[in-house]
């Protein structure tokens, strides 16, 4: 038998194994970061929903969230720092799916626009316009950016929410 016929047979498999290992390295990096991304993507919109959803949690927390919007000046000041966490949860929850959006990651673009629109709609009141022209200095300044511009276009066709939902309307 020839040894050297041996040899290249043997770096030929040796060549086949390491192509078919980062074949399989590749494919399960690609598989990983899929599901991080997944992952991200789920955090980001539980973030969010949770935040919403603890405005409204207790009768306390309603009533609350409904004054601020309606006349956050007007709270006292437990009120307004209640007010103000609260619409903090909300800015860093749509932060998190704006950056998301913005990355690809996100790719209902419903589902962000609903997303965008029920934010919007908070800050698009009375009172979370005073909050955001006092506290807008925090978010990071992209989405500052991204906001602003977004409340100074012409054709905004989003309804402040303590107009739109009944039970954020103040009697």
């Known amino acids: 038998m020839n040894w050297e016929a041996v040899g290249a047979i043997a770096e030929i498999i040796g060549v086949v194994a390491v192509v078919a290992t980062l074949g399989y390295l590749s494919v399960q990096i690609r598989q990983n970061n899929r599901q991080q991304s997944a992952q991200?993507?789920?955090?980001?919109?539980?973030?969010?929903?949770?935040a919403y959803a603890a405005m409204t949690s207790d009768e306390k927390a309603a009533e609350n969230f409904r004054e601020g919007l309606s006349r956050f000046g007007e709270l006292d000041r437990n009120g307004k720092a209640v007010f103000h966490?609260?619409?903090q949860l909300l800015t860093n929850g749509y932060y998190?799916?704006?950056?998301l959006y913005k990355s690809g990651m996100l790719q209902d673009?419903?589902?962000?626009?609903k997303s965008e629109s029920l934010y919007l709609s908070f800050v698009l009141s009375p009172g979370g316009r005073q909050w955001w022209e006092a506290w807008k200095h925090l978010p990071p300044e992209t989405l500052t950016i991204h906001i602003?511009?977004?409340l100074n276009e012409t054709n905004l066709d989003i309804t402040p929410a303590n107009e739109d939902l009944d039970w954020l309307r103040c009697e």
């Open 40 to 50: 991200a993507l789920k955090e980001a919109v539980k973030e969010f929903v949770d």
């Open 85 to 87: 966490s609260k619409m």
């Open 96 to 99: 998190q799916v704006w950056t």
């Open 109 to 113: 673009e419903a589902l962000f626009r």
């Open 148 to 150: 602003e511009g977004r």
